[in-house]
Structures are given as structure tokens and as C-alpha cells.
């Protein structure tokens, strides 16, 4: 198929190079697909090389009523690039993959949207620098433009989400407009208008340049892995670890999802992850040390293990490091818990942006998480909440082979994460087969389509919506699935209406996300 075949306008056509424009049916189809979810075919794919090409088809797009819908690194699982009309391109940002500048006079970096997470690591850790809140686990696909759009949380947790990193945007409009939104070394000057545009899931514009605030990333480093009998214990200790401020990163597993976690990936490959890392830090012989305990540790020290917590400490020092995970152990006895090997912090630093195999399961089963978060003071009713509904569909879940285990996860000194997820046997889609790797892919068991369990995690995740709605938990990556409205008074929300009317006229910038229209 060619671009002369699909009802594309000749305006559009001849607006940008002719190798931006993608037509073809499989790719259209793989762009289709989220990790969740099928929306219609995009008419076109369109993966510009430069901002100026980005801007000048969004204006050729719009100007003909064609809507745009932008992507970055396909790692939602919320909708958000799934459009719900059928005549729009999908912009892909991947192309726009430039480290603009490095500025380590006045600590900030600049970067077009497609430049992935590890990327932008790789090119600052020579340096000593990291980005204030440096990623998600997806980053090794995951963009920086897509994770300001959508906001994130995981490496630099203590430092806040990833819009805490964020100085300015260079967004490009519905009419394909370019609007910088502040300093490049301050927030806020004025009201915040780059506030505005994060996490607003494509809804208001198309992010093409961020410039990021730089801090000088810690020397030292230090582990801790905790074991609890139940939920309450761990709670107890996540909290206070967040509202201490001790931890880099905090995270945790339930029984089911850390037994998950333990088939994945192979002990060789878990110590020369290790022996890596400290090379890099000029330390050899403490990572053949390391790597030799991850080896002779195996994988059964989490066999009785109920509930895990696990602490990554970054600091300026080692002695820094190891005091404030001495500061851990203590909270961690006062909940009742017990120090056990550390293998999984230490692996997981060692190598942050992994391949994206774990979105799918063990076996090949498909694979959906879904979080909220929330105040400490909320976490306990929550989480048993959501094991009442678990209780309550047990014999479905059982005869459909849905199962459910969830990740914990200190975000603030004032939040915490629960992020439940789902396991069902169902087919994978295109997205899946397009970035689990393929030496991966080839060991997994595979399923047929299975609409009676896609349809139970549906109700499932609907649930446990619900169960955060009611305890007013708030979200990233909101897309199509969260209830934002329904948070917002009313006055706040015309405020957003009236904001997407005055960017977005035509309503043709991803049209629904946020249900703003």
C-alpha cells in the first residue's frame, strides 16, 4: 500500500518528507495497540525527523479536520494514543530522538521528545549527572516526551515524579504553533504554564522539546530487602521509610507477584549485571564480590517470604548510604520485619532500564497493571478492599486462570503507591510482539484469544478504579481510563475546558483524552 492509496490530503502529503508518512497495514496495526487495548487504524503513522516537520504536519493535519494523536514509547496501558474517531495520523515522536544540549554550568539538560530515558542516562552518567527524577522501569523504550505527557515515578522517587523534573517544553499546538512555556532555569516564573501541559496525555499539545533539571548523582549506594508476615507490617514500614525520606528508591511485592518475579531471567545474567556496574564505578573487586553473593543467595531466600520491601539508598557518600539504610533497619524492626538478601534492589540498580519482558508473564500470559495513589492514612483500607473484590470474583478468577498480585511503592513523604496487576491467558497483540525480545518471545508457552478472562480483568480493573475513586486516590498516565473529572469541582473543571478550547478549537489534539472534548 502506498500513501496515494489511503485519503490523505494532498496538503498533508506534500508538507512533509514523504518517508515520515507510514501506510502500511502492519505498522498502522501495531501502532493500533497499546499494551492493553485496540483502537482503530491511524490513516497514517506520521514519524517526523525534525520539530519543524512535526509542526508543519500537525498544521496540515488539523487544517484539513484530520486529528492528531501523539505516542511516545507505546508503554501505556491507559488508551492514550488509541484515538476513538477514525479519521487521525498517530504521531509518532521516536524519530526526535536529539540531546540538544548538556549544560553543566547551570545544570540543565535539553532534549527532543523521543529521546528515551536510558538514553539521556547513558549520556549523562559520564558525567556524574542524572536527570532530578531520571524514569520508569520501561525506559529503555519509554521516552522522555511520552513520560511528561503521562508523568512517571520509579528512579529518583524521593525527588518526586518526573514532572518534578521538568523546567520547560517547547509544545507545538493544534495549528502547529510552537509555545515555549518558561525559563530554562527556573520554575515557575508567573503562573506555571509548563505545569499546564504535564501530564495532560497529548490532550492540550504535542511536547517536542524539554529541558530537564540536572543533580549530581550520589557515590554511594546502599541495599536493603525486608520480609513482613502481612500487609500491615509492610505499610507500616513503607510509610515511614517515604515520610523519613531515607530511601532513593522503596518498593514492594506481594507474595504473588515476587514469586512472578523469581522465574524471570537467569542467576548468570543477575551477576554480571552486578560485576558491570561496579566497574563502572571503579570497583571491580566489590562487584565480583557482589555478583558472587547474588550467585551462592539463589533465588529461594524469598520462598517464605509473605510480604518483600526493598530499599535502594543513593547518597554522596558510602558512609551516607549505609546510615540511612541503618536508619531503615530500625523502622523495619519497630513494623516487626527482618532483613533478608538484597539481591533484588542491588540487580535492579545494576540495570534500570531492563528489557520490557515483563510485560507480558512467565508463560506468555497477558499482563496489565493498575495503580492509585494514596495518603498513608489510606493505604491498609485500600488494600483490603481490593482483596475483598479479589475474594468476591474467586471462582471465576480460578476457572479463567485470572490471576492478581501488585507492587507497593513510596513515592513522597506524604504517598504512597499500590499498583495492582493482572495475569490472564490470552493472546498477545502487536505491541507485544513488536518489543519483548525475540529470543524471549520464542521460549514463551503462548495462549489463544481468551475474551472470557479479558473480559473478568476488565470488571477486575474496574473494581479496583472504583475502590481508589472512592478514597479519592489520584493517578498518572490518566489517558482514557482514570476518572479525572469526577476529582475536579466543577469550576476547576471548566477551567480545563476552557483551556483545550483556546489551544484546541477544532478538538482535534487527541480527541477524549482526559475526556476533554
Not at 502529503?13 to 518517508?19: I, T
Not at 492528531?68 to 479519521?87: E, N
Not at 532500564?353 to 492509585?372: A, T
Not at 489463544?448 to 472512592?470: E, M, P, Q, W, Y
Request: net charge neutral.
Amino acid at each position: 500500500m502506498t500513501i496515494a492509496d489511503l485519503p490523505l490530503p494532498a496538503g498533508l502529503r506534500s508538507a512533509v518528507e514523504p518517508q515520515s508518512l507510514l501506510v502500511d497495514r502492519e505498522t498502522r496495526s501495531l501502532y493500533a495497540h497499546d499494551v492493553y487495548s485496540a483502537g482503530p487504524l491511524p490513516l497514517a503513522v506520521f514519524r517526523p525527523t525534525s520539530v519543524d516537520e512535526l509542526a508543519c504536519g500537525v498544521a496540515a493535519a488539523t487544517r484539513e479536520g484530520i486529528a492528531v494523536v501523539p505516542r511516545g514509547g507505546g508503554m501505556s496501558y491507559t488508551g492514550g494514543y488509541l484515538s476513538p474517531i477514525p479519521r487521525f495520523i498517530l504521531v509518532d515522536t521516536g524519530a526526535l530522538d536529539a540531546i540538544v544540549s548538556i549544560d553543566e554550568t547551570d545544570m540543565t539538560a535539553t532534549v527532543e521528545a523521543g529521546v528515551t530515558w536510558e538514553k539521556l542516562r547513558a549520556a549523562l552518567q559520564g558525567r556524574g549527572l542524572r536527570a532530578k527524577a531520571w524514569g520508569t522501569l520501561s525506559g529503555l523504550h519509554a521516552t522522555v516526551g511520552g513520560g511528561m505527557s503521562q508523568n512517571g515515578v520509579f528512579w529518583g522517587a524521593r525527588d518526586g515524579t518526573i514532572a518534578d523534573a521538568v523546567l520547560r517544553f517547547d509544545i507545538v499546538l493544534a495549528d502547529g504553533r510552537i509555545l515555549s512555556t518558561g525559563s530554562e532555569f527556573f520554575r515557575p516564573f508567573g503562573p506555571d504554564l509548563t505545569g499546564l501541559f504535564i501530564a495532560d496525555c497529548g490532550a492540550l499539545g504535542i511536547k517536542a522539546r524539554i529541558t530537564l533539571r540536572l543533580v549530581r548523582e550520589g557515590t554511594g549506594l546502599a541495599y536493603g530487602s525486608f520480609a513482613f508476615d502481612d500487609h500491615r507490617a509492610l505499610f507500616q514500614a513503607m510509610s515511614a521509610v517515604a515520610r523519613g525520606g531515607y530511601a532513593s528508591e522503596c518498593f514492594g511485592f506481594d507474595p504473588f507477584l515476587q514469586a512472578q518475579r523469581m522465574k524471570r531471567e537467569s542467576l548468570t545474567k543477575d551477576a554480571k549485571s552486578l560485576v558491570t556496574m561496579m566497574k563502572a564505578q571503579g570497583s571491580l573487586l566489590k562487584g565480583l564480590k557482589e555478583g558472587a553473593k547474588v550467585a551462592l543467595a539463589g533465588r529461594s531466600f524469598l520462598d517464605d517470604v509473605p510480604f518483600s520491601l526493598h530499599c535502594i539508598a543513593e547518597a554522596r557518600s558510602e558512609t551516607a548510604a549505609r546510615d540511612d539504610i541503618t536508619a531503615i533497619e530500625k523502622i523495619v524492626g519497630a513494623a516487626g520485619g527482618r532483613a533478608i538478601e538484597n539481591t533484588i534492589p542491588k540487580i535492579l540498580r545494576s540495570n534500570p532500564f531492563p528489557p520490557v519482558n515483563s510485560m507480558v508473564g512467565p508463560d506468555g500470559e497477558r499482563w496489565v497493571p493498575v495503580h492509585g495513589f494514596l495518603p498513608h492514612s489510606r493505604l491498609v483500607e485500600s488494600w483490603e478492599a481490593i482483596q475483598i473484590l479479589y475474594a468476591d470474583h474467586g471462582e471465576q478468577m480460578a476457572a479463567l486462570g485470572v490471576e492478581a498480585g501488585a507492587m507497593l511503592a513510596a513515592v513522597s513523604p506524604q504517598a504512597c503507591l499500590i499498583e495492582p496487576v493482572f495475569f490472564w491467558p490470552d493472546a498477545l497483540n502487536p505491541l507485544h510482539r513488536s518489543a519483548v525480545e525475540p529470543a524471549h518471545l520464542s521460549k514463551l508457552k503462548g495462549f489463544d484469544a481468551n475474551a472470557a478472562a479479558a473480559s473478568l480483568v476488565h470488571t477486575l480493573r474496574a473494581g479496583v478504579i472504583d475502590i481508589f475513586a472512592k478514597r479519592q486516590a489520584v493517578h498518572l498516565q490518566i489517558a482514557r481510563t482514570y476518572p479525572l473529572r469526577e476529582s475536579h469541582d466543577e469550576t476547576a473543571w471548566r477551567l480545563l475546558e476552557t483551556i483545550k478550547r483556546q489551544l484546541d478549537p477544532a478538538g482535534l489534539m487527541n480527541p477524549g483524552s482526559l475526556a476533554l472534548t
